[in-house]
């Protein structure tokens, strides 16, 4: 009998805390077994997203997420391999991908019945051979930066318009740059946080500039990358970095309001407000800001992901990831990830099919 392990949620960070490793646990669990209606599967590997730091307070701030349990296994989006059923609807062999899929190498899920859990079965070939895939641009991320920028951005094709992105060189924002400019817009600016971020950019993602917030002097290089002002923002942090762009944008500007990873260990609601002289320029402006939350638009899923399949094929969306290797890893890569360690998207490897 294989051995089983997962990552618990030892204890909570605090609502104001940067989370530590120490706040995770990953230890030997006992290996499932299944019955009629459940299926065994093997984890493959794992997604690492900022949203789930507000899952880790008690409070979340959402009204659609949900806090972990102590002492239970995190979960979030994953992806695994069926290598034992007891259910007529599914096959060992088949490779599945679930948004609460638990951090842990051998797990269970009830299929069937009222309490069964939401499993997708990965029919496309592209992707049995890059599972992780499914997790990033044929996942949420790109679901995310398609949906948000055709449904929230306003992008019209000619206008010549400047879009401004921040966490740039994330698994979402990589992606709305790259997606912004194949629908037509002129001038792609990028926030991050480090030289090589900038330059991967600008030399593989082909943003027009790329600014360093933690060396350069953002609300200067706005004014130098954005002479006509800015008609979009694809917000991913808020705090500071947003103020700066708000101020430097249009009459009749959009904010797409996708993430505030800068405000995830405070205590402060999602989305947060703005400070009141941010929110006056706002008013002034007619900025529209809201809360774009991908789930909303379900049904636009299946068309988006083949547009999304379409462009990452021809070559026209390229696609990165960083990835850590082995369970017991995802504690720290979690952690790395909200200090803004990874380029594109984060994943745990945990195993191979």
């Given amino acids: 009998m294989a051995q089983n392990h997962c990552v618990v949620l030892d204890h909570r960070p605090g609502e104001d805390n940067v989370t530590s490793v120490q706040c995770f646990q990953f230890k030997e669990c006992p290996m499932p077994t299944i019955e009629d209606g459940q299926i065994l599967v093997k984890t493959l590997c794992l997604s690492v997203d900022p949203y789930m730091r507000n899952r880790l307070n008690q409070q979340t701030g959402t009204d659609y997420m949900s806090p972990l349990k102590l002492d239970s296994p995190i979960d979030g989006g994953g992806v695994g391999v069926i290598v034992e059923s007891k259910s007529r609807h599914f096959c060992k062999g088949e490779i599945l991908e679930s948004f609460h899929w638990p951090w842990q190498e051998y797990a269970k899920y009830e299929v069937e019945g009222f309490n069964s859990l939401i499993v997708n079965k990965v029919e496309s070939e592209l992707v049995k051979n890059h599972v992780s895939l499914i997790l990033g641009v044929l996942g949420i991320p790109g679901l995310t930066a398609l949906l948000g920028i055709s449904e929230m951005g306003h992008v019209v094709e000619g206008a010549n318009q400047t879009i401004v992105v921040s966490g740039a060189a994330g698994a979402c924002g990589s992606l709305a740059g790259q997606i912004v400019r194949l629908k037509g817009c002129t001038n792609v600016v990028g926030i991050c946080g480090t030289a090589d971020k900038c330059n991967f950019l600008k030399e593989e993602l082909n943003f027009d500039n790329a600014i360093n917030y933690k060396e350069d002097d953002v609300d200067a290089k706005l004014e130098e990358f954005c002479p006509n002002g800015i008609d979009v923002y694809f917000d991913n942090v808020g705090g500071n970095i947003s103020n700066s762009v708000i101020r430097k944008m249009n009459k009749d500007s959009h904010i797409i309001l996708c993430g505030q990873i800068s405000m995830y260990n405070t205590s402060q609601p999602y989305p947060p407000p703005l400070d009141e002289e941010t929110e006056q320029i706002r008013e002034a402006q007619n900025i529209t800001r809201e809360r774009f939350l991908v789930l909303n638009y379900y049904d636009l899923f299946p068309k ?38 990874n380029i594109g998207k984060q994943i745990v490897h945990v195993a191979d099919p």
């Fill in 304 to 341: 988006t992901l083949a547009e999304l399949k379409e462009l990452y094929q021809e070559g026209k969306l390229k696609y990165q990831e960083t990835v850590s290797e082995g369970l017991e890893s995802a504690p720290e890569a979690f952690v790395s990830m909200m200090a803004g360690g």
